[in-house]
């Protein structure tokens, strides 16, 4: 097997975005996180190194050292942070490969490519064919200057890897390397070959915000396919009765009377749940809970939320919006707005913006008219595949 040395270089500051890319979060991780998980995963990669500038090695260092993995300090260009990084891998390695912490869609199979394709060639480089039309320009000018034939020309990408042997002598040869982009232009000057080894398109540079956005969607991809969103629709009634307690969207509704039920007969929270496990197809919380079941009773519905959250995560599901309508013809509901709103947001783990709730009268008509019950009508927006 051959044993491979990987430099990732993430020295960056990131002023473009805001704070540096590399730490930018990416699904369940940073950038740099899931660039290094995919060298990890191979068993041939027997040390990483990263390189990060001074405050990052301070400040993030810690949580990314360990097991094969050293952080050093990055130098003040990339070709800097590639010598620290090569002087820091231990010896006997055959192969050593270069990757920008800021291409975390990198895949095993790109990686193994590139690697032997070096220890064939001694220099490889990950590249894709460019798909734009080329035009060049002469210094300081905007005018077209040329058309070069697209068919001839590579982006390229990383990783870059090399037999150790030849890395070194390049690094060595070209001490004052400020010019150079990557550490295989080093190579390109001692006349030795670098092989290009194509790519995939996949594996681009997280560089602005629409890439992150990017990035995610083919992260989404890899995990099983695009989320849509789903619709689901609850409703829930209560008969409004002398000495309960008034539970609705968790909060305590100051009021002579309260809602009859088995549990604390939220019907804010029991239309919610429902609406978004219709939303899913997963039946209604009274499969759950059923009525009948005695060690449900006078049940805190936040629990009932609690499941049902549960429940949307195992499906792989996340609830975007929430819509409530409450029919009360009493109490007066408009001083409670605020409060049963958060409350609402909270328990659904949903930014307030997302959760809605308002009330109406029902107009003297019917049972609800005539104050003898309160109902609720929900509508969710959740996601799932
Ligand atoms: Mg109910």
């Known amino acids: 097997m051959t044993r491979v040395g990987v430099v990732v270089v993430a020295g960056g500051s990131g002023s473009r975005m805001g704070r540096p890319k590399q730490f930018l979060p990416l699904g369940d991780a940073t950038v740099v996180e899931r660039s290094l ?149 080093l190579v390109e000057r001692l006349g030795r070959p670098v092989a290009l080894v194509p790519s995939s398109g996949e594996n681009f540079k997280i560089t602005t915000p629409e890439d992150l956005l990017m990035a995610e969607a083919i992260l989404e991809s890899r995990a099983g396919g695009r989320r849509w969103p789903r619709a689901g629709f609850g409703f829930d009634i209560h008969r409004l009765v002398p000495g309960r307690k008034l539970w609705l969207a968790g909060v305590l509704v100051p009021h002579g009377k309260g809602l009859l039920g088995h549990s604390d007969s939220d019907a804010v929270l029991h239309a919610a749940c429902d609406a978004v496990l219709g939303a899913l197809g997963l039946g209604e919380i009274g499969l759950a809970f059923p009525p009948s079941d005695p060690r449900f009773r006078g049940l805190d519905s936040r629990q009932i939320v609690a499941h049902t959250l549960a429940r949307v995560s195992e499906a792989g599901g996340e609830v975007l919006h929430l819509d409530c309508t409450l029919i009360a013809e009493e109490p007066k509901l408009s001083p409670h707005y605020a409060a049963m709103r958060e409350s609402l947001a909270a328990l659904f783990h949903l930014p307030i913006a997302r959760a809605s709730l308002k009330a109406k009268s029902h107009e003297g008509l019917g049972a609800v008219g005539r104050g003898e019950a309160i109902a609720c009508h929900a509508v969710a927006t959740v996601l799932s595949r």
């Open 37 to 185: 998980r995919c060298f990890l995963s191979l068993p041939e990669v027997e040390a990483v190194v990263v390189a990060l500038s001074e405050a990052d090695r301070r400040e993030r260092g810690s949580g990314l050292a360990g097991g094969r993995v050293r952080v050093v300090a990055a130098g003040s260009t990339r070709m800097g942070s590639v010598r620290s990084g090569v002087a820091a891998l231990p010896p006997g390695l055959d192969v050593v490969a270069v990757h920008d912490g800021a291409r975390p869609l990198v895949t095993p199979e790109i990686v193994r490519a590139v690697a032997a394709e070096a220890v064939r060639m001694g220099a490889a480089v990950a590249a894709v064919p460019v798909k734009d039309t080329l035009k060049r320009s002469e210094p300081g000018s905007t005018l077209v200057a040329g058309t070069p034939e697209r068919a001839l020309h590579w982006a390229a990408q990383t990783p870059q890897a090399y037999r150790r042997e030849i890395l070194a002598e390049a690094l060595a040869r070209f001490p004052d390397d400020a010019e150079a982009t990557d550490e295989s232009q």
